[in-house]
T-cell receptor
Framework: KQEVTQIPAALSVPEGENLVLNCSFT??????LQWFRQDPGKGLTSLLL?????REQTSGRLNASLDKSSGRSTLYIAASQPGDSATYLC??????????FGAGTRLTVKP | NAGVMQNPRHLVRRRGQEARLRCSPM?????VYWYRQLPEEGLKFMVY????????ESGMPKERFSAEFPKEGPSILRIQQVVRGDSAAYFC???????????FGQGTRLTVV
């Protein structure tokens, strides 16, 4: 059974700091891993998608890595801004496009 | 190309009533997924549908819940005889195919009073 864990559950950093969010999963048989952002009371915004054959993806100040064999992914956010404050969710896709989500990391970037 | 559209955004139902949640996938997307997010909990998979077919409903409660994705029109998640525990945010996602990026709607927040 696939379990997805995100650490830490909450993180508070001063503006400008670089930070890393962690995601681990128990079964390496995944099709892809996706990072999402969720603002309070809102839907999910896809940030980065990493296919199982890939090691990392970059978009602007975001970089996501995937180590399938060890069941780990990291989301690196460079030069954090208050607008980055949100909950960040990782999800792995298993059979039939069924996604399993972690509980999320609640990020607060203080001005 | 509009994103995934869900309506209504907010829905209030009394116990025992029916709730119908609609999801229009992105243009060109034939795969639809429904997820439920309970207060202070993560997203849980409910059902995966393609046009006119339920592919995987392993996350759906056995009673009162049903989903469809007809040939024409939006996907519908139906909850009959709602109870307070059904209060949650229900998210729909769509993708063009397997193992492709999924795009989420803004969600429908159901409150059962």
């Amino acid at each position: 059974k696939q379990e997805v864990t995100q650490i830490p559950a909450a993180l508070s950093v001063p503006e400008g700091e670089n930070l890393v969010l962690n995601c681990s999963f128990t079964d390496s048989a995944i099709y892809n891993l996706q990072w999402f952002r969720q603002d309070p009371g809102k839907g999910l915004t896809s940030l980065l998608l990493i296919q199982s054959s890939q090691r990392e993806q970059t978009s602007g100040r975001l970089n996501a890595s995937l180590d399938k064999s060890s069941g780990r992914s990291t989301l690196y956010i460079a030069a954090s801004q208050p607008g980055d404050s949100a909950t960040y969710l990782c999800a792995v896709t298993i059979n039939n496009n069924d996604m399993r989500f972690g509980a999320g990391t609640r990020l607060t970037v203080k001005p | 190309n509009a994103g995934v559209m869900q309506n209504p955004r907010h829905l209030v139902r009394r116990r025992g009533q029916e709730a119908r949640l609609r999801c229009s996938p992105m243009k060109g997307h034939s795969h639809v997924y429904w997820y439920r997010q309970l207060p202070e909990e993560g997203l849980k998979f409910m059902v995966y549908l393609q046009k006119e077919n339920i592919i995987d409903e392993s996350g759906m409660p056995k009673e009162r819940f049903s989903a469809e994705f007809p040939k024409e029109g939006p996907s519908i998640l139906r909850i009959q005889q709602v109870v307070r525990g059904d209060s949650a945010a229900y998210f729909c996602a769509s993708s063009p195919g397997l193992s492709t990026e999924a795009f989420f709607g803004q969600g429908t927040r159901l409150t059962v009073v």
